[in-house]
């Protein structure tokens, strides 16, 4: 039996005297490694940290109030959990920190969002590891980084992406909501907003506020509240510095009403970054309402988002300019394609109905007629007179050559038309006219500004029904190139007088708007009466015929504007040659006769022929010179359509003038006319008949023209 050895007091003294050397040593040792890590510490970029279990810090470095706000002292004793900013991120932040101190783990990442002293937020990487020795003495050394920077970089690539994956399928509007969505949260702000001017740099901007108007602390605000941002002293301040605008200071938004004083915090800090295209603010990006000031980084950010949503309005709206580019020419070809069916069909039915009208009335000219027999051809002349009519009004949309084109001011032609208006219009539509105080000078038919003016006067009457307002007005206008590029419905850069009819009526439906201007089309049916939908149809004719173009701008319940931009005439007046009206009168005089259809030719050269002329009938401009050339006598009269294949009517006369010095010139058109020549605007000896015509009214004409100086 192996004998028990009696330990002795002395024994004893010496083992625990040994034992606390040990512990005297390694509280020593413990102590410089705890030195040498402090040194190191203080000179990390990054926050270190030494904690124990539950991550209740026992040091922390010097850095920490950089990025925290905090003294080392205010953090220590506190659990690094406690500065986390999402409560259901801290069970699985403790359990890793707790298996790395019971387990001696390696070291363990994790990235993790902290709340700064300030309130703001930031993104931490954390890197844990056990030091120590299997006893009491061993802790966690940890040490914090902030990857903020990395991160939004990392999410601002990914939404990139993701939004401009969704250019094709979302809206400007939703695309640029979406970006201010995003800027608001990663700038901590309490809203994002945008302004971008249109290309034309018009009224019409495009603005758009972030979706959610929640966060707003204390506040129900709607959007419709905070859409005056002050905008203006934006865009203002904004162009004098020429670069972003950062107010940490005092309320942007300046209005002291009462809505401002519940909520006179909710942007007091704004960042505000401009958009800058040829030395011009073209857009404003900004957020607004951070609970801190607004630094560097947050200026990274919004201008990230700028530079995407500046390329989105880009690419949205030059995809949109390409569509209306196409949409456009589409519609110009199946404009230019109807107007020649209906000039081709048109001029023919036309035709028929002057041999109608001249066959009906040479039976009518026969009596004895049975009363019966008489009273329905006179119904026959009348149909093919309003026939006549509406050929005349579709032949005005159809024509492309000019008419008969004199110098004239438009503010002074339609101040005439305007007490001929107003008596169509009812007490409770009244009538507003605004002219341009300069010279609104066109080379124009005088006939086609009345039918131009009248067909936009009625169609805004209709419009309005009942109470209403309608405004003319009348400007100069320059476009350039810029202009035409920019969608604007003048295609072609220069001077333009711009005609623009008015009403607050009904408005017209955005699919009826490509429409409008066809022939036949309409919206209207008063009753038994239909409307035939020919007037804006005309007016188009009229504008494309005098090198212009016509625009409808309308939205269905808030009325409609019709601009027409006509070329300003800059020249000097027009056909301002001297004639000698000749002094005797042969005993037959001879006329030639230019018409470019056989029917009608035969049908008018029999018409001059009975009433006493000598005829020479031709059935173009060229051979209408040779045979003034070839011809041995004196021309008398030249009678010719205005519009011609070849060469119009008007010039043509001017041509012929040269050979035959006194000509006079009797001028028939299938459009409706009046006074064609006031105030000596034309020489003598220059007439015009409607078409279709009689007999007696052609020969009448045509001896009036011969015997007097000038027929009107």
């Known amino acids: ?76 004793g506190e659990s690094l959990t406690g500065f986390l900013e999402e409560e259901k991120e801290i069970p699985e932040t403790l359990a890793a920190i707790n298996e790395t101190y019971l387990n001696h783990r390696p070291s363990q990442i994790l990235e993790l969002r902290f709340r700064r002293k300030n309130g703001s937020m930031f993104w931490g990487e954390v890197h844990v590891t056990y030091s120590g020795n299997h006893g009491h003495h061993g802790r966690i050394v940890g040490v914090l980084h902030d990857i903020t920077i990395r991160k939004r970089m990392e999410a601002t690539m990914l939404f990139h992406n993701n939004i401009l994956g969704k250019v094709d399928t979302c809206s400007i509007e939703e695309l640029l909501q979406a970006i201010l969505d995003k800027a608001k949260i990663y700038t901590e702000s ?25 966060t707003l602390e204390g506040s129900s605000v709607e959007k419709k509240e905070l859409i005056p941002l002050n905008q203006m002293e934006f865009f203002t301040e904004a162009l004098r510095v020429q670069k972003t605008v950062i107010h940490n200071e005092y309320d942007t938004r300046g209005n002291q009403n009462e809505h401002n004083k519940n909520h006179g915090g909710l942007f007091r800090r704004t960042l505000v970054v401009p958009i800058i295209t040829n030395d011009m603010i073209t857009a ?49 070809q199946k404009m230019a394609l109807l107007g020649k069916v209906v000039q081709r069909i048109g001029t023919r039915y036309s035709h028929l109905l002057d041999i109608i009208y001249d066959n009906v009335k040479t039976v009518l000219e026969e009596p004895p007629l049975h009363k019966s027999l008489a009273k329905n051809l006179k119904n026959i002349l009348e149909t093919a007179s309003i026939s006549s009519d509406m050929m005349s009004q579709l032949l005005a949309f159809a024509r492309s050559g000019p008419v008969m084109p004199i110098i004239i001011d438009l503010n002074i032609w339609v101040e005439g038309m305007l007490l001929r208006l107003k008596k169509h219009l009812s007490e409770h539509i009244s009538l507003v006219w605004i002219p341009d105080t300069q010279r609104t000078r066109l080379k124009m038919d005088p006939s086609q500004i009345d039918q131009l003016l009248a067909a936009l006067f009625f169609n805004a009457k209709d419009a309005i029904g009942c109470i209403g307002q309608i405004t003319i007005e009348t400007r100069r206008v320059y476009i350039d190139h810029d202009d035409c590029e920019a969608d604007h419905p003048c295609k ?41 939908g020919l007037g804006l149809s005309v007016a188009y004719g009229i504008a494309k015929q005098n090198h212009g173009t016509i625009d409808c701008q309308s939205e269905l ?28 009168l042969h005993l037959k005089e001879t006329i030639l006769l230019v018409e470019d259809e056989p029917d009608i030719l035969n049908l008018y050269q029999r018409m001059l022929k009975k009433g006493g002329y000598a005829v020479l009938a031709v059935n173009t401009p060229d051979k209408a010179i040779t045979m003034a050339r070839k011809y041995k006598g004196e021309i008398d009269l030249l009678l010719t359509d205005i519009v011609l294949e070849e060469v119009n009517g008007c010039d043509l006369s001017k041509n012929l003038l040269d050979l035959c010095p006194n000509l006079k010139t009797l001028f028939m058109s299938f459009y409706q006319h009046d006074m064609i020549a006031p105030q000596g605007m034309f020489d003598d000896g220059v007439g015009f008949i409607q078409k279709p015509f009689l007999m007696n009214e052609l020969t009448l004409k045509v001896h009036n023209l011969l015997n007097v100086e000038a027929v009107h």
């Open 492 to 532: 072609v850069p220069g001077n333009y007088v711009l005609l623009s009819v008015t009403d607050n009526g009904i408005g017209i439906d955005k699919n009826d708007l490509p429409h409008i201007f066809e022939p036949f089309f309409t919206t209207k049916n008063d009753g038994d009466r239909v409307a035939l």
């Open 557 to 584: 319940g808030k009325g409609s504007t019709i601009n027409v931009y006509l070329r300003r005439y800059t020249g000097k007046d027009y056909w301002c040659e001297e004639e000698n009206p000749p002094t005797a």
């Open 1 to 76: 039996m192996q004998k028990t050895r009696c330990i002795k007091k002395a024994d004893l003294f010496v083992l625990n005297r040994k034992h606390c050397d040990k512990s005297r040593n390694a509280e020593q040792n413990l102590t410089k490694e705890e030195n040498k890590f402090q040194t190191i510490a203080e000179e990390m970029d990054g926050v270190a940290f030494l904690s124990g279990k539950n991550s209740v810090l026992s040091y922390v470095s010097p850095a920490a109030e950089k990025m925290f706000g905090f003294i080392p002292d205010e953090m220590t």
């Open 284 to 332: 404003i990006v900004g957020v607004g309402g951070k609970y801190s000031a607004y630094d560097d980084d947050d200026e990274r950010i919004v201008n990230n988002l700028a530079g995407l949503a500046n390329d989105i309005v880009i690419r949205k709206r030059t995809e949109q300019s390409g569509k209306n580019m196409a949409a456009s020419l589409i519609q110009a």
């Open 190 to 214: 309490s809203v994002g907003f945008c302004c971008f001017l249109s290309n034309d740099l018009s009224e019409n901007s495009l603005k758009i506020l972030s979706e959610s108007m929640s």
